[in-house]
């Protein structure tokens, strides 16, 4: 297959980049996306250019470090897969194909195609944990759990934290992301004790770095490669309500924990 | 906490938007009801009885204030909204726009931004008429409602712009009403299915309830 590929060229952080047009041939179908890349950059290599910079890791859709918002979709057009899952068979014989990075305030790129994601480990850092304290390992059974819960949490705990929710989303909201790291750890017990301040935080910490607000739209859970729903974020806005309006004033000489 | 609207959080201006969307929501089956009084063949009895009780019942007055509010919350917290939404994305794509989303949904504040001009329209035909700060028409009293609507309806050019606001009513509508409830937090697998079928059929009913005065006048007088 042959194809015309339009990719976002940045040199840093800081210097202005540009749309460049590259002309790759006698690609096989079965290649995968980043496998195309790796085929460009070894030919740009080759001519003593320098290889365009993405992000990867895994290549098997569980780490979430790939990114690429190709033809108008984060992780391309095909549903439920990453970048690194995506196959050129998706596209057409001489097809363009343009590949821009992940556009957000909070994700600024960094080279070429890569964007730095640390905002959401910072909002991770913000509470998106449990605090464990060390100790014996629990029986198994000593907490019950209903399995629909298990299930639902399950379900947002797929999320693989990439950021095609923010890319995808109209207005760069990362309630998705937020709203699965919430809702896993919210529907389970081990979760619930902290899950007013974790809302509370969470949502804090997203929002000073500049996300922008959700309304409704959709995109995020049409383009996840794990298919986290929206229902995740009411389930958040419930959370954050509820923590909003029911939670206590703070006890000043509380010690541990948050 | 600042009282400021600007530091709320982000979830917060969407819950007060949308709650202030919903009383705007309901307040339009009022108004839909009052209107369509016109319709009736009584020389405007019914209607000049309606508007009077809204206008002097002093329970009313009160919920003038509310209206009032929810409007200027509705509409702040609506702009301010978009334009931290504009700010989040300072470089665009240059393809974008492909994700499969709810259509209305991507143009809530142009459809928004239509209403409200329409709103100024009819607070300068009515309201500010009402007040004494907009003269009436000319031989017109000014608290003559039913004959100022009737003047209205009776040019080709108002119907016509009223009826294509009805539209944009309705984009906006059709998106709000379900969207409200998610913003709430209600979203629930046995409710939401008829909240949704709920928020359509009111985006369809209320606006063509209102379209059916213009249209009455534009195609059957
Ligand atoms: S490289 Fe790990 S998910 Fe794509």
Redesign the pocket.
């Known amino acids: 297959m042959n194809f015309t590929l339009k990719i976002w060229r940045q040199k840093n952080a800081k210097a202005k980049g540009k749309f460049v047009t590259y002309k790759l041939n006698d690609i096989s179908s079965n290649c995968s996306f980043l496998e195309m890349l790796d085929i460009l950059n070894e030919q740009l290599v080759l001519k003593g250019d320098e290889p365009v910079a993405f992000d990867?890791?895994?290549?098997?859709?569980?780490?979430?470090?790939?990114s690429l918002y190709i033809n108008g979709h984060p992780h391309g057009p095909d549903t439920a897969v990453?970048?690194?899952q995506l196959h050129m068979r998706k596209f057409r014989d001489g097809d363009t194909i343009v590949v821009e990075p992940w556009r957000a305030k909070p994700f600024p790129v960094i080279k070429d195609l890569i964007v730095n994601r640390n905002a959401f480990d910072q909002i991770i850092q913000a509470g998106g944990f449990i605090s464990v304290n060390t100790g014996g390992i629990p029986d198994a059974n000593a907490i019950l759990i209903p399995k629909e819960d298990a299930d639902y949490s399950m379900d947002a705990a797929a999320c693989?934290g990439c950021g095609a929710c923010v890319a995808a989303c109209k207005n760069a909201s990362a309630m998705l992301f937020v709203a699965a790291k919430v809702s896993h750890l919210a529907l389970l017990p081990q979760g619930k004790a902290e899950a007013s301040d974790r809302v509370q935080a969470m949502v804090r910490k997203m929002d000073e770095l500049g996300f922008g607000n959700c309304t409704n739209t959709g995109a995020c859970e049409a383009e996840c490669p794990k298919q986290i729903s929206i229902t995740n974020i009411a389930r958040m806005n419930r959370e954050f309500l509820g923590a909003k309006v029911g939670s206590q004033k703070k006890r000043v000489s509380s010690g541990g924990g948050f | 906490m600042s009282s400021l609207a600007l530091f709320y959080s982000s979830i917060t201006k969407k819950i007060i938007l949308a709650l202030a969307g919903l009383f705007l929501i309901t307040f339009l089956l009022v108004h839909l009801g009052i209107n369509l009084l016109l319709l009736l063949n009584d020389g405007g009895a019914l209607y000049m009885t309606a508007v009077g009780f809204m206008t002097t019942n002093p329970l009313i007055k009160i919920m003038e204030v509310f209206l009032f509010g929810g409007f200027a919350i509705h509409i702040i917290l609506g702009i301010i909204v978009q334009v931290y939404n504009w700010m989040a994305r300072p470089v665009r794509y240059k393809v974008e726009g492909y994700s499969h989303t709810s259509f209305f949904s991507k143009y809530m504040i142009h459809t928004g931004a239509i209403i409200f001009v329409f709103l100024m329209i009819h607070f300068n035909n009515f309201y500010f008429v009402k007040l004494g700060w907009v003269a009436p028409p000319a031989g017109l009293e000014k608290e003559d409602f039913y004959q100022m609507a009737i003047l209205l309806f009776s040019s080709r050019f108002y119907s016509i712009i009223y009826l294509i606001l009805m539209l944009f009513l309705a984009f906006h509508l059709n998106h709000a009403f379900q969207s409200a409830f998610q913003t709430l937090g209600l979203s629930h697998t046995k409710y939401t299915p008829f909240i949704k079928f709920a928020g359509t059929a009111y985006s369809i009913i209320v606006p063509l309830g209102f379209a059916c005065i213009p249209a009455y006048y534009l195609f059957l007088k």
């Open positions: 990867h890791d895994c290549r098997e859709g569980i780490c979430g470090t790939c990453t970048t690194c693989i």
